[in-house]
């Protein structure tokens, strides 16, 4: 079934830009979404639809999908960005949901 | 306010059952496709079922295909998943998410604890 990849895990320091990237085989034909999940609690929808962001998302998080690559990226990172973030699509071909392996950012 | 709280979640020896439930409140179910993810300790998110608004259409995870049964009852606004057969690599927090636009989950509950244990 499909594949994502994620890139290695990322540190920043606060007010820094982190840019995560999630890999699939023409991924642009796709609708990327993007989870923060921090240790203990549910996940939360940062990114749908490749760039949208859901109400009460800042807007320092946008998104981008282009060829084989969708990326996530997050400005002026504040400490309570620190968490595990997983990119996700629909395989249409076999119906199946399918998460990355998840990009841990320190901040 | 919308909320999604799993249950079920319990300490079980291999090759035992268990039953989870998610009861939803605060959206319409039955125009809410749904979906079970996981996340074993140390790894990543796992998507292990989906089921349509009214149960017509369920995919499976390989993980998951003839093991566990996923289902729904709109009238008591509960989401099931039946597990059976139950070994240590089932040991994982178990999530209930409502899918929106382009299979999104926009709702998460806070998951639900099961191991598999001797």
């Known amino acids: 079934s499909y594949v994502l990849t994620q890139s290695p895990p990322v540190s920043v320091a606060p007010g820094q830009t982190a840019a995560l990237t999630c890999g699939g085989v023409d991924i642009d034909t796709k609708s990327v979404h993007w989870y923060q999940h921090q240790p203990g609690a549910a996940p939360i929808l940062v990114i749908f639809n490749d760039n949208e962001r859901p109400s009460g998302i800042p807007d320092r998080f946008s998104g981008s999908n282009s060829g084989n690559a969708a990326s996530l990226t997050i400005s002026r990172v504040e400490p309570g960005d620190e968490a595990d973030y997983y990119c996700?699509?629909?395989?249409?071909?076999?119906?199946?949901?399918?998460f990355g392996g998840g990009t841990k950012l320190t901040v | 306010q919308v909320l999604l709280v799993e249950s079920g979640g319990d300490v079980v020896q291999p090759g035992k059952s268990l039953r989870l439930s998610c009861a939803v409140s605060g959206l319409t179910i039955s125009d809410s496709p749904m979906n079970w993810v996981r996340q074993a300790p140390g790894k990543g998110l796992e998507w292990l079922a989906y089921i349509s608004e009214t149960g017509d259409r369920i995919y499976y995870a390989e993980s998951a295909r003839g093991r566990f049964a996923v289902s729904r009852d709109n009238s008591k606004k509960t989401l099931f998943f039946d597990m059976s057969s139950l070994v240590p690599e089932d040991t994982a927090t178990y999530f209930c998410a409502r899918e929106r636009a382009g299979a999104s989950f926009d709702h998460w509950g806070p998951g639900t604890l099961v191991t598999v244990s001797s």
């Open positions: 996700q699509v629909w395989d249409t071909a076999s119906g199946h949901r399918v």
